[in-house]
T-cell receptor, first 111, second 115 residues
Framework: NAGVTQTPKFQVLKTGQSMTLQCAQD?????MSWYRQDPGMGLRLIHY???????DQGEVPNGYNVSRSTTEDFPLRLLSAAPSQTSVYFC??????????FGPGTRLLVL | DQQVKQNSPSLSVQEGRISILNCDYT??????FLWYKKYPAEGPTFLIS?????DKNEDGRFTVFLNKSAKHLSLHIVPSQPGDSAVYFC??????????????FGKGTKLSVIP
């Protein structure tokens, strides 16, 4: 099992550009989520999904879109990148006992 | 409004001694508490958890204590080892319906274990 995988590992964008952060899991988990981690802020929930075709907003959803067409994949889209979206992004999927398994993260720099 | 608070940004401990990391929460509806460990440039990894109906859970060198009346939990690491040096996140879970649990994280405590 690869667990939770994320691509790319690092990305530089210019303000206004769009991009998609990829996330995939091979554990057949229904619940997946996206977080951003900023210095001194901990992990903040952006969007989550309880299963294919179902998504909902978390604490900081503005500027991001998600979709869940399959159980395995949960991509995060930045519609028009802003410097405030410079962060480290973590995707997670939830197994038994509410334990979340995290991917290795994507470091995003928006200039 | 922070629902999960880790008031110590950092902690230094000598190798072999006990490390105690603290976490406070405000929402009495949280039903599950977890600790995650994070090394630089890696994703957080699950360490240990405790249900709100228990007051202690132990796994090897790691023990989590929950005091519901004080809305406080702590993670004890005994004995501390240099490999334990990492950022530790406290998280609390609440059932939000339709089979989903939402985690709320604290800001983390950076533990440094000095050889």
């Amino acid at each position: 099992n690869a667990g939770v995988t994320q691509t790319p590992k690092f990305q530089v964008l210019k303000t206004g550009q769009s991009m998609t952060l990829q996330c995939a899991q091979d554990m057949n988990h229904e619940y997946m989520s996206w977080y951003r981690q900023d210095p001194g802020m901990g992990l903040r929930l952006i969007h989550y999904s309880v299963g294919a075709g179902i998504t909902d907003q978390g604490e900081v959803p503005n500027g991001y879109n998600v979709s869940r067409s399959t159980t395995e994949d949960f991509p995060l889209r930045l519609l028009s990148a802003a410097p405030s979206q410079t962060s480290v992004y973590f995707c997670a999927s939830t197994g038994a006992g509410e334990t979340q398994y995290f991917g290795p993260g994507t470091r995003l720099l928006v200039l | 409004d922070q629902q999960v608070k880790q008031n110590s940004p950092s902690l230094s401990v000598q190798e072999g001694r006990i490390s105690i990391l603290n976490c406070d929460y405000t929402n009495s509806m949280f039903d599950y508490f977890l600790w995650y460990k994070k090394y630089p440039a890696e994703g957080p990894t699950f360490l240990i958890s405790i249900s709100s109906i228990k007051d202690k859970n132990e796994d090897g060198r790691f023990t989590v204590f929950l005091n519901k009346s004080a809305k406080h939990l702590s993670l004890h690491i005994v004995p501390s080892q240099p490999g334990d040096s990492a950022v530790y996140f406290c998280a609390a879970s609440i059932y939000s319906g339709a089979g989903s649990y939402q985690l709320t994280f604290g800001k983390g405590t950076k533990l440094s274990v000095i050889p």
